[in-house]
């Protein structure tokens, strides 16, 4: 009796079944957009796009409500009396595709994974432009963990411009980075003293590091006294 109560009717099985597949007849008419809740679906699709920007004679579509929730300048430029508000296709200047692609990533998803240091510096340029300020941090810390990762042979045979970085830094008013590198060249001041570019550091520039350069000059004098002082230890030993 107990196994009849807990068995369908084929009635019942058949309704199920039909319920099922009407189910997903229905849901096969529906674009894939209407279920997939992440933004970053329409990032760089034209699906809904309602403004064009043009990059190095390329197009690359967006959406206006989006940018405009992210990004004050965008928001001044979409909604005021400039030429933006009323155009569709904007020309973007001063900007790779790849680097404006990254910005609008972080406009769609709130998180930006930069390839290397040149692009970090790139979209950290790119979010001063449009005043994205958390952007423009996790670009520094980017940068920064970056460089605290290599290690000195690395640092000594990468060509990677480091007092280049400074001035962009300093020049796109990225203070936290632009202070962080004068102590990181200050404190690696054997590897970046030899290298060609330390010659165009400021003069301020160069004083800060003089002053906060490690090794310092009064700890290599008494370094090179004591291997001195060790040295001829060793030659006395080996007379008697």
Known sequence: VLRSAVLLTDRQIFFR?????????????????????????????????????????TTVPAHRAILVARCEVMAAMFNGNYMEAKSVLIPVYGVSKETFLSFLEYLYTDSCCPAGIFQAMCLLICAEMYQVSRLQHICELFIITQLQSMPSRELASMNLDIVDLLKKAKFHHSDCLSTWLLHFIATNYLIFSQKPEFQDLSVEERSFVEKHRWPSNMYLKQLAEYRKYIHSRKCRCLVM
């Open 17 to 57: 079944f039909n319920c099922l597949r009407n189910c997903k007849t229905y849901q096969a008419r529906k674009p894939l957009w209407f279920y997939n809740t992440s933004l970053k679906f329409f990032l760089n699709k034209p699906m809904l796009a309602d403004v064009v920007f043009e990059i190095q004679g």
